[in-house]
């Protein structure tokens, strides 16, 4: 592997073939914050904005500048910010799933998952930008949303089914991650949701038989009946922000258990030539329907985030441990990425291909779709590779 190459490689490909698409179409010049309902084609389908999708955008525009160094990326980051803060808070301290163009609320607070995604977006661009001008709002935002994710009696948890007794792992996994991106940012103390959150993975959702994590659980550990359904690009993304948080707070053990359950995962689940997007960890149920088409699929189908999750995490371990089988994993999957998800006659990549690596979604972006998880993934190993403790083979 010719880590420079590869990763002037990647940075070429993520700005040229799917930054500098969006660039041109998502950002709202007269309304604010971003479009992202887009066809294959990027023909908008529809002008509608997602707290989702205006999260992750906000996020993808701050990362943009700390990869590229071009301020046009965080003023388009600034712009999204300022939009949700005007147009999608609501007085509970939340935000809106769902607003049209101009900001009026068409479905209110419903998920704790939009407040996750912005104040993520918001992290990062007070942690690149090093301006503080929203750091009280982000330690406020942030203070509800640990209030919130640890309350059990706290229902706004769609597209997830809220029941009082059920612990879900999409939940913990997003507390991790958003600690993570608030700490960067220096403005409040992440440790209690951390901990909260990393104790639930392992000591609830965590399934002895299986030697992998649940979707959900009882909250005592104990099984939902009839439901072992183990969402692999879940996991791997998961196993990767828990082992962020044990290298930044040089947790040896934490970082050992996340990598078990990675290997685990992937003995589980791998195929010829990929993996599976869902298991059945028990051998009880491997599908599972919500009212958001962007996530409900068949186990075999392969999915586009779920692949660039998990080659940022065979990388992160391979960049960590120095095991060749974790660059073996990482080369494979992204040689597969490479020929089969990336759409070539109009940039980005096809969201899912089915068990035959035919194309069966191939819209761009939804309210919750965007330049996320790949660009993500993909300048996240942009930097491992240009690190200057660099690996030779």
């Known amino acids: 592997m010719d880590r420079k190459q590869l990763a002037q490689s990647i940075k070429r490909y993520a700005k040229e073939s799917i930054l500098d698409i969006w660039e041109k179409i998502s950002p709202d010049n007269e309304y604010g914050g971003y479009l992202t309902d887009f066809d294959r084609t990027f023909r908008l389908r529809s002008s509608d904005k997602g707290g989702w999708g205006q999260g992750r955008s906000i996020y993808n525009y701050a990362y943009a500048y700390e990869i590229y160094g071009n301020y046009k990326y965080l003023e388009y980051s600034k712009c999204g910010i300022d939009f949700v803060l005007n147009k999608m808070f609501c007085d509970n301290g939340r935000f809106s799933y769902l607003v049209d163009r101009q900001g009026q609320q068409k479905v209110g607070a419903i998920s704790v998952f939009s407040d996750a995604f912005i104040i993520a977006g918001i992290a990062k661009y007070t942690a690149v930008s090093g301006d503080r001008r929203y750091k009280e709002t982000l330690a406020q935002l942030y203070e509800t949303f640990v209030k919130n994710i640890t309350d059990i009696h706290f229902a706004d948890i769609a597209p997830q089914k809220y029941d009082r007794d059920v612990c879900h792992h999409s939940l913990m996994m997003i507390g991790v991650n958003v600690a993570y991106e608030v700490e960067q940012a220096n403005v409040c103390d992440v440790s209690p949701l951390r901990n909260y959150c990393l104790d639930k993975i392992f000591n609830v959702m965590y399934d002895d038989v299986s030697g992998v994590v649940l979707e959900k659980k009882h909250l005592d550990g104990s099984m939902v009946e009839g439901d072992d359904f183990v969402n692999v690009g879940h996991v791997y993304e998961c196993m990767w922000f ?17 990598r078990r359950v990675a290997d685990r995962m992937f003995d589980l689940t791998q195929t010829d030539d990929g993996m599976l997007f869902s298991y059945g960890a028990r051998g009880l149920k491997t599908e599972f329907s919500t009212w958001k088409y962007e996530i409900d699929f068949r186990p075999d189908d392969k999915v586009s985030w779920a692949y660039a999750e998990a080659m940022y995490l065979w990388l992160l371990l391979y960049e960590t441990t120095g095991q060749r089988e974790y660059l073996d994993r990482f080369e494979k999957i992204y040689s597969f990425t490479n020929e089969f998800f990336i759409d070539r006659q109009y940039g980005d990549w096809f969201h899912a291909l089915d068990h035959n ?4 979604e191939d819209f761009k972006g939804s309210t919750v779709k965007c330049p996320y998880h790949m660009t993500r993934a993909y300048w996240r190993i942009v930097q491992l590779l240009e690190k200057d403790n660099k690996r030779t083979n």
């Open 242 to 258: 828990v082992m962020e948080t044990a290298l930044k707070t040089n947790d040896v053990r934490l970082f050992e258990k996340a």
């Open 357 to 360: 690596n035919n194309v069966i």
